[in-house]
């Protein structure tokens, strides 16, 4: 295939989740309720400034009142739970995002199980694993593994006894997206392998998988050689590698070999555009959601 007709449009899908979102933030203010969402970001890393800025601008858009607390590189990871004591009790806050990476002194493991789970909109607090885990409702799924998920579900990919590997084991995608598409569930019941470093054979494992979802964090590990004619390809990848024909010199790439394996793909996300949206996505639905529960 060698056109763009195999594309899954990341943007349209997440545009159209983001009306369905909207209807509901209008609902919960019409009750009276709006939707509160906290960002708390330590230090000044330049793509969690990014990251933080979009994702404000767009839960606005969306009438869901956020702000963005910015601490000093310094602050101490008790002064960090103090702050997310002050939100957790706050009943105009219905989410909290702590924006990764912390600095160094400061354990993600300790702050991420601080945060009320009722308001845990990135879906990381040990409870929401748990209920993810146990197929259990009530709780939220992380945005991620959630918006491949959904790219996958609108994009009519047949996931019932399909042959899926997912390339990387990490908390924020791989081990969630794997339990998301094995549970006994409408649009999973996947044939799931978990492909990693320590993985002997990796490439057989890619080449007779039906979906590929690569959350490796290697640029362009994954070649057209890997890659079974048909075969359906999620991108999660952010790497930034060497390009002098960039101003900046260098460029954003995936974890796939974008321009070999298209041709070969039954369906593929672009990068950018295809996961990223998503996961914006899935936090304001999450939100959305978060306050629902609150409000009831």
Do not use: W
Request: aromatic share 2%.
């Amino acid at each position: 295939m060698s056109d763009m007709e195999n594309l899954i449009d990341g943007r349209r899908i997440a545009a159209t989740i983001h009306d369905e979102t909207a209807v509901r933030v209008a609902q919960l203010k019409d009750k009276g309720i709006t939707p509160g969402l906290i960002f708390i970001r330590v230090g000044e890393d330049p793509a969690s400034k990014v990251y933080v800025g979009m994702k404000e601008r767009k839960s606005q858009e969306l009438g869901i009142a956020s702000s963005t607390q910015v601490l000093d590189e310094q602050t101490s990871q008790d002064q960090l739970l103090a702050i997310i004591r002050q939100h957790n009790a706050d009943p105009s806050i219905h989410g909290i995002l702590v924006q990764a990476p912390l600095p160094n002194h400061i354990d993600e493991t300790v702050i991420y199980s601080a945060v009320d789970p009722a308001k845990d909109v990135d879906g990381f607090h040990p409870v929401n694993v748990g209920k993810l885990m146990l197929h259990q409702p009530g709780g939220f799924l992380p945005c991620t593994p959630a918006g491949v998920h959904e790219l996958l579900i609108r994009s009519n990919i047949k996931l019932e006894g399909a042959e899926v590997v997912v390339l990387g084991r990490g908390n924020i995608v791989g081990k969630p997206m794997a339990a998301i598409l094995i549970q006994k569930a409408e649009h999973a019941n996947a044939t799931v392998t978990v492909c990693h470093s320590r993985s002997r054979d990796i490439v057989e494992h890619c080449r007779r998988a039906d979906v590929i979802i690569a959350a490796l964090g290697v640029p362009q590990f994954v070649k057209a050689d890997m890659v079974k004619e048909g075969a359906v390809i999620m991108d999660v990848g952010v790497n930034r590698i060497p390009d002098p024909s960039a101003k900046s010199g260098s460029r954003l790439v995936g974890d796939v070999d974008f321009e070999t394996v298209q041709p070969k793909a039954g369906a593929i996300t672009p990068n950018p555009g295809g996961v990223g949206p998503m996961t914006i996505a899935m936090l304001m639905k999450n939100t959305v959601l978060a306050a629902e529960q609150q409000s009831r």
